[in-house]
């Protein structure tokens, strides 16, 4: 099956820090979402992005799919951004998604 | 729209006994997906529905687990009996399906204890 690894597992931060997650993916996708597991366990939907950059207030994301890889950047971080950030890949036609492992973020005050 | 409800949030419950969890999907979706999540394992896809008709369940980890969609609004996952090694978060999920556009949105979980 299509592998996908996410660096760096863990991160620490001051607040107010910027950083940058990546996902990287072993086959062609058709689709990619980013996700923010809070320390409640809540899965929240940050992006849908098979390709090309979107952005939403502090929190960005560029997919470049031909090279099989997508980038979350975080600025300004906060310490209401903790939690695991989680990349999800869909095969074409496949209609499933396979997940990567996390990345687990803490930020400190 | 209420996103997806899934039911009960919290179940402990005794090795044999069996369990039932509750997924209710966004309306007009039509694709369902039951995860699992676990710390050795990391969040897994156990089987999903397109149309209430199960695509893919070489997820189900064995024959203690089986799933069901009744109909486009409701569907179960079931563990009879249940082991300790059961012991997880149990996510559903739904989405439009397609290859145009496929965003999934997850339920807040069910977190399931076997004493």
């Known amino acids: 099956g299509i592998q996908v690894e996410q660096s760096p597992p863990d991160l620490i931060l001051q607040e107010g820090a910027n950083s940058t997650l990546r996902c990287n993916f072993s086959?062609?996708?058709?689709?990619l979402q980013w996700f923010h597991q809070n320390p409640w366990g809540q899965l929240i939907n940050l992006f849908y992005i098979p390709s090309g950059t979107k952005q939403n207030g502090r929190l960005s994301a560029t997919t470049v799919a031909t090279e099989r890889y997508s980038l979350l950047y975080i600025s300004s971080s906060q310490t209401t951004d903790s939690g695991v950030y989680f990349c999800?890949?869909?095969?074409?036609?496949?209609?499933?998604?396979?997940f990567g492992s996390g990345t687990k973020l803490n930020v400190k005050p | 729209d209420a996103g997806v409800i899934q039911s009960p949030r919290h179940e402990v419950t005794e090795m044999g006994q069996e369990v039932t969890l509750r997924c209710k999907p966004i309306?007009?979706?039509?694709?369902l997906f039951w995860y699992r999540q676990t710390m050795m394992r990391g969040l897994e896809l156990l089987i999903y529905f397109n149309n209430n008709v199960p695509i893919d369940d070489s997820g189900m980890p064995e024959d203690r687990f089986s799933a069901k969609m009744p109909n486009a609004s409701f569907s179960t996952l079931k563990i009879q009996p249940s082991e300790p090694r059961d012991s997880a978060v149990y996510f559903c999920?739904?989405?439009?399906?397609?290859?145009?556009?496929?965003?999934?949105?997850f339920g807040p979980g069910t977190r399931l204890t076997v004493l």
């Open positions: 086959d062609s996708v058709n689709n």
């Open positions: 309306s007009g979706h039509d694709y």
């Open positions: 999800a890949v869909e095969l074409y036609n496949f209609n499933k998604f396979y």
């Open positions: 999920a739904s989405s439009l399906g397609g290859t145009s556009y496929n965003e999934q949105f």
